[in-house]
Structures are given as structure tokens and as C-alpha cells.
């Protein structure tokens, strides 16, 4: 028989459809503090976390991105960057912005392990999250870059990755997990 952490972590999943209810102020409040109880190394914390709830920032920031994705050499971004529909963060009713000074080799690794707490923290309160990858892709791009301080970010980080968050339709189909052959080895 499971325990609650590891039942949740082998339920979770990532959720792409998500209704229009917010995550509550509380809520958010203990995912953000999961986050912060992440391991960072030698304990530094130097992270950053940006929680949005505002749904006109979450479309402005959209257009920052696919603005940026719109210059790119790739094809694929490129139409990205040139869709009417394209959104993202599919349209979540929040998304936090993790990032993080790009000085230390290990920031990126700490940021992943803040946003495998908050997936897990938004899980067991019943709330869906999708990590979104765009931001980190494009936060260097001048137009973006400015609109991320506006919003908090510091200047100096780099964002190593996003965490939609809110509530997957009733009925949303969820994939089964099949796991890999040959990932795991065990020597004793």
C-alpha cells in the first residue's frame, strides 16, 4: 500500500485544458511555500518565484512571447510567434514565472526541483499544472526582458521555467504513465 506523497506523485499528470476558476489566495499561498522548501544548493535560495493571476498580464505576456517567437530562424516558432490562438500557458488562470541567477551552475537544477514541489503541492490540493517551457526561451528577448521586470523578475535572472496552474473540466481524459524499459538499474 502507497503513502499519500507517493500516491501522489504517481497520480499526477500534466493538465493542458484548465476551466476559468482561479486558484484561490490560499491556495496559492501554500504551493508558493512548498516551492520556497525545495533544496537549493549550499542553501543559497537565490531563486525567484512571480505568481499571475491578472488574466490581461497573462495575455500580454502571451503576446511578448509569441512576439519573440515570431523573430526566431525556426519555422516552427515562427508560426507560433504569427498564431491568432496560440497561448502558452493554455490559457491557465495562473501561472507562476520560476527563475533564477544564471551565475551559480547549479540554478537551473534548483529551479526544477522548486517546480516538481509546486506541481506536487498543487496536486494534492486538487489543482492541475503544466510545466511551460516558452518563457525560459525567449526571456532573453529585449521586448520581454523589459516586460519580466516590470512584473517583479530581476533583472539578472534567467527563467528556467513556468508552472501553469488551475483546474482540468470535469471529465478531462488523463494519459496512463507507461514507463520506459531499461531506466532504472539497481546495483547492490
Not at 476559468?20 to 491556495?27: D, F, P, Y
Not at 544548493?41 to 502571451?62: C, K, P, S, V, Y
Not at 533564477?100 to 534548483?110: C, F, G, I, R, Y
Not at 523578475?153 to 514507463?179: F, I, Q, S, W
Request: with cysteine.
Amino acid at each position: 500500500m502507497l503513502n499519500e506523497v507517493l500516491e501522489n506523485i504517481k497520480s499526477r499528470r500534466s493538465v493542458r485544458t484548465y476551466t476559468e476558476q482561479q486558484v484561490s489566495a490560499e491556495n496559492l499561498n501554500l504551493i508558493l511555500e512548498a516551492a520556497t522548501y525545495a533544496p537549493s544548493g549550499m542553501n543559497f535560495q537565490t531563486w525567484h518565484f512571480t505568481a499571475i493571476q491578472d488574466a490581461d498580464i497573462l495575455r500580454e505576456l502571451n503576446e511578448k512571447i509569441k512576439g519573440a517567437f515570431a523573430k526566431s530562424d525556426e519555422p516552427r516558432l515562427q508560426e507560433r510567434g504569427h498564431s491568432e490562438t496560440y497561448c502558452c500557458y493554455y490559457h491557465a488562470p495562473t501561472l507562476i514565472i520560476v527563475s533564477n541567477e544564471p551565475t551559480q551552475w547549479w540554478a537551473s537544477m534548483d529551479c526544477a526541483c522548486a517546480m516538481q514541489n509546486i506541481f506536487l503541492a498543487a496536486k494534492s490540493l486538487g489543482i492541475g499544472s503544466c510545466w511551460i517551457n516558452q518563457l525560459g526561451q525567449t526571456c532573453d528577448d529585449p521586448d520581454v526582458r523589459a516586460f519580466l521586470m516590470k512584473l517583479g523578475v530581476p533583472e539578472n535572472h534567467r527563467v528556467y521555467g513556468c508552472a501553469a496552474l488551475g483546474y482540468a473540466p470535469e471529465g478531462a481524459p488523463m494519459k496512463d504513465k507507461n514507463l520506459a524499459e531499461g531506466t532504472v538499474t539497481v546495483i547492490r
